[in-house]
């Protein structure tokens, strides 16, 4: 029973507005779906979302220097990096203070090495000074200015100063200005010279190669997931398997096979010399630059747009093909404007799928992508496993995420997310 | 009625088979004719082979053997989208992902018709079916019997002169089945369209057709208009098939002057009308309507032929009664009699006389 009250909104029996009891009605559905869900939730928590978290924080944390050098960072908070000059006594009594307690625990490197990602150079002031530090009587053995001068003269550049009092506080945004191939100028951020821009390059390739390797995805898949899906169920499943196979060989198994297709003495190029096609001194270079990034890229992902493709289309029933031809549509017709509009939601599914696992990947570009066919995520291992600089990683992670977030949303404003069907 | 020579013949089967594997038949040497403006329906029990009918001649399979002619043209080589049959499918068919007022322009676009006679169309098609208001939503906005009407109108809109609906009502409930079963024929009836109507529910065959096609295994077991077909079937696959009926085996004893002496199994004798028995010796079942037995003395038509029986069981349906009798050994026979004021509602165990005329009385194959 319902009842309408004088300003039009629906009572229910209880005499309550129908809208309230129903939003009751439905939080105790909600809170009920929760609570099942919750294992899952705790565990994707935990998995997922803080080590995101934890990247996110690295991408900006620097309190390595404001915790291994707490006296300089105090001392050095007057010290005016425009005045051309090292700071005065006070800043080096500071020094010697702390890192005689850093050399102790042997943490003075690391402050080196950290400051050293910002001003090539300093980790061996600080490796040097460190060692001298630690027989130096603190109390009485001053000034310190000409001693630290003495162990090496680096100390009295106004520029060393300048970067230990930049990454002093304890959040920077260095390693994101990094990322972008800027620096922290004397006023403000400036473009790194041109011979150290690398990351807007990188940034700007990943993109484009993901982009194509998609497209190539479409092309190829679409017609695939066509016959898998209208042909009969026993056919289709054999044809399924030898879509799925590449899942079962190794990523490296895979990659290395395009290495011997595609090098200057492998199969394509034999072939085509052989032909006559390629004189065998023009042999075509298609392996370690973009070329084969994107063909082996291509031939990894493709499951990845066949299978919602797949799965998309199978729901499309043949009756609605007949009913367009039946009305006077063309075969064409038909499939422009009935069968290919219901794939759409297959398509766009994929299409995030493959874009977003190739805006990632790392191994196929590394070993066929030369040095013109690296993707930004090999940069980002270099910074994790060679130069250690999770900082920087971090950050170039972070700007990955939230371009893959920015794209996902333009998707949504464009084709619209509900558009997109993994079956 | 029209028959397989006929000149004015609009829709022609003719010696059509059919089969998908190459080892079954499922139409064997089907022959049929329609004149313009004919409402047929084929009516049969399911995977009889009459959706196979309706795609050879929408164009969707293709004749294993035979001719099918439009018009007096052999459409066996015209593709589905050149045919301009319009067709009603099973599960409508909508598009989903358009409007209703996109999905009943569609024909019209693709026959390239300008903007505003599509418009014009389009609204027209809609106000056939009362569906005026709905142009903007789409297809998953609406109920079973709005969708169905809708796909009525997408079949319509571009006047095509031959109509197929593959059961087309299958879907919806009672009511609003027979309001539509009314409006279809109506609006046929109407537009002068001709249509093949595919269903198994033998009431909306009856109530809609100007023809009834009853399919068997392939074969076309009886055409003929609805009252003949109830009235005289021709074999007691139609006798069976179509409206309720009791069946009585037996042998021919003789045949005399279009009389069949009939022995039941039990040995009763009785007299029927021989329909496709034609010696003494073949074996036979005797099909009388429940609505043609009567039991009642005074009204025993003059010359009926009488049998014993056992009343079993008595039910009560409102407008009519039904009653099951023990019958020549068999318990399966019923009678119905309407509810009126005078009629002897009769009791489980009492022994009584029934009787019908010979002519209501079919004998036909075993
Ligand atoms: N595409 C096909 N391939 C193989 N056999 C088929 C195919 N379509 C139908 N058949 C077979 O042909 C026979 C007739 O099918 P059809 O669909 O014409 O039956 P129907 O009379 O429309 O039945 P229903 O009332 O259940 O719709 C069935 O035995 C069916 O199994
Ligand atoms: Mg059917």
Known sequence: MSDTTQNGSVLAADGTPLKRSLARALRRQKIRALLLIAPLLLFVMLTFIMPIGDMLFRSVENDIVSKTLPRTVVALRDWDANSGEAPGEEVFTALAADLQIAAEAKLHTRVGSRLNYETPGISSLFRKAGRKVKKWDVENDGPFKEQFLEIHKGWGDPDVWRTIQTYSPKFTNGYFLNAADLQKGADGPEWRPEDEQIYWLLFKRTMFMSMVITISCIVLAYPVAWILANLPARSANLLMILVLLPFWTSLLVRTSAWKVMLQQQGVINETLVWLGLVADDARLVMINNQFGTIVAMTHILLPFMILPMYSVMQTIQPTYLRAAKSLGATNWTAFWRVYFPQSIPGIGAGSILVFILSIGYYITPELVGGTKGVFISNRIAFHISSSLNWGLAAALGAILLAVVLVLYWAYDKIVGIDNVKLG | ?366
């Not at chain 2, 397989?4 to 004719?33: I, T, W």
């Not at chain 2, 709005?146 to 095509?160: D, G, H, K, Y």
Request: proline share 5%.
């Open chain 2, 1 to 366: 009625m029209a028959d397989a020579s006929n000149h004015d013949a609009f829709v022609e089967f003719e010696r059509v088979q059919k089969s998908y594997d190459g080892e079954n038949l499922v139409v064997k040497d089907l022959n049929l004719s329609m004149p313009k403006g004919e409402f047929l329906t084929m009516l049969g029990p399911s995977g009889s082979g009459k959706t196979t009918c309706l795609m050879m001649l929408a164009g969707f399979e293709t004749a294993t053997h035979g001719d099918i002619r439009l018009g007096g043209t052999s459409i066996n080589n015209i593709p589905p989208h050149k045919r301009g049959i319009g067709m009603v499918f099973q599960n409508y068919a909508l598009f989903p992902h358009m409007t209703i007022a996109e999905n009943l322009s569609f024909p019209l676009e693709v026959r390239k018709l300008g903007k505003s006679e599509r418009e014009e169309k389009v609204m027209r098609a809609l106000d056939m079916v009362e569906m005026g208001a709905f142009g903007g939503r789409r297809p998953a906005q609406l109920s079973g019997g709005q969708q169905q009407r809708i796909a009525l109108a997408r079949a319509l809109v571009f006047e095509p002169e031959l109509v197929l609906m593959d059961e087309p009502l299958g879907a919806l409930d009672k009511q609003l089945r027979e309001k539509m079963q009314f409006e279809i024929t109506h609006l046929a009836h109407r537009l002068g369209i001709t249509v093949v109507y595919v269903t198994h529910d033998q009431t909306e065959a009856l109530t809609m057709s100007d023809r009834v096609a009853v399919f068997e295994d392939g074969r076309i077991q009886q055409l003929a208009p609805p009252d003949k077909l109830y009235e005289e079937p021709q074999n007691s696959f139609v006798a069976q098939f179509i409206g309720e009926n009791n069946t009585l085996e037996g042998v021919v004893k003789e045949i005399n002057d279009g009389v069949a002496l009939v022995q039941l199994d039990n040995g009763d004798l009785i007299d029927a009308k021989p329909i496709n028995v034609s010696q003494p010796g073949e074996r036979t079942r005797v099909s009388i309507r429940p609505e043609r037995v009567e039991f009642n003395k005074d009204r025993m038509p003059e010359g009926a032929h009488t049998l014993k029986a056992e009343v079993m069981e008595f039910i009560y349906m409102g407008d009519i009664f039904r009653t099951r009798l023990r019958v020549a050994g068999k318990d399966d026979f019923f009678v119905k009699t309407r509810n009126a004021p005078d009629q002897v509602r009769l009791t489980p165990g009492q022994e009584i006389e029934i009787g019908w005329l010979a002519e209501d009385c079919r004998a036909l194959d075993a």
